[in-house]
């Protein structure tokens, strides 16, 4: 496997992270793996490789572009702003991308701290959950400076299949933030609607070959239609607490901007309810659950 010439720093290795930072070894890229449980990291560079870091200062050190996957704005900041963060370790000219999903003003924030030590940043989330991960076909929406989008390009063709810069810093994740909030709403609605198939008697696989037939038809259904019926949300592919904070950032941005998302906040309150329920570390098909109540 022919190394490219860019060393890749990786900070964040967690259900994707992990699968993602897996594609660049196989597309050929040095990586450099940081993750707060260091066996997480010492994995990928059994499996396929990779180097380990000490600490994300430590990652960056040895790397041109460096690679955030976390939970949130918090996380991203402590990884790359931080104590030992990768910004400690950054060249001039470093390119940071962050492919975690946050509010659109943190993007912004982080962005501004870290122009000011000359090192350029990209808000770039992903859709598509794990087996899109695995299988190096993930969506990113970037937002940025196009000439850096086009120097991350073949690092993120490595991770994704439509792979699309969508305007200035923060843009990302406003779109990435609605796309998941669309996709929190159908759940719970189609979680309400087995509910409701199944109180009046219906076979439910039926009612699920209808819809994927017709105008229900969507990805969420043949995703989340089984895990539901069968009340089986394990593993997660998408954790519901995380569902349920790309809602909150969700509403809080439409908010800002004067569109208040009616629906999302009917669904966020089921969804807060479940997390409440000790379901926020399962999948958030798991809504069902609040959904049904």
């Known amino acids: 496997m022919a190394e490219t010439t860019e060393p890749v720093a990786f900070l964040g290795l967690g259900i994707m992270g992990s699968r993602m930072a897996a594609n660049l070894r196989r ?34 050190a040895r790397a041109a572009v460096v690679i955030s996957m976390v939970v949130d704005a ?16 950054a060249a001039d000219g470093a390119l940071f991308v962050d492919m975690s999903t946050i509010a659109p003003t943190a993007a912004t924030g982080i962005a501004e701290r870290l122009a000011a030590r000359r090192i350029a940043f990209l808000d770039a989330p992903v859709t598509g959950s794990k087996p899109k991960a695995e299988d190096g076909t993930l969506t ?40 998941n909030t669309v996709a929190a709403v159908n759940t719970a609605v189609l ?26 038809g969507s990805a969420v259904l043949d995703l989340k239609a089984a895990p539901i019926i069968a009340r089986d949300y394990e593993p997660p592919l998408f ?14 941005a439409a908010r800002d901007a004067g569109a208040p998302l009616g629906l999302a906040e009917a669904a966020e309150r089921l969804y807060a309810a ?8 399962a999948d958030f098909a798991a809504v069902a659950e609040a959904a049904s109540a």
């Open 191 to 216: 979680a309400q609607a087995i509910h409701a198939g199944r109180a009046a008697g219906v076979d439910l696989d039926r009612l699920v070959e209808v819809m994927q037939a017709g105008s229900g």
């Open 140 to 179: 990113i929406m970037c937002g940025g400076d196009a000439a850096d989008f086009e120097r991350a390009r073949p690092l993120f063709e490595a991770m994704g299949r439509l792979v699309l810069h969508v305007g200035p810093q923060g843009h990302g994740q406003a779109i990435k933030l609605l796309n």
């Open 239 to 252: 954790k519901l607490d995380h569902m349920l904070k790309d809602v909150r950032h969700c509403l809080a």
């Open 27 to 60: 597309a050929g890229f040095e990586v450099v793996a940081w993750n707060r449980t260091r066996a997480r990291a010492e994995e990928l560079a059994a499996e396929h490789g990779a180097i380990v870091a000490d600490t994300p200062a430590d990652a960056a």
């Open 74 to 89: 918090p996380d991203v900041e402590q990884v790359l702003l931080g104590p030992g963060g990768a910004a400690e370790g």
């Open 274 to 281: 479940a997390s409440e329920a000790g379901l926020g570390d």
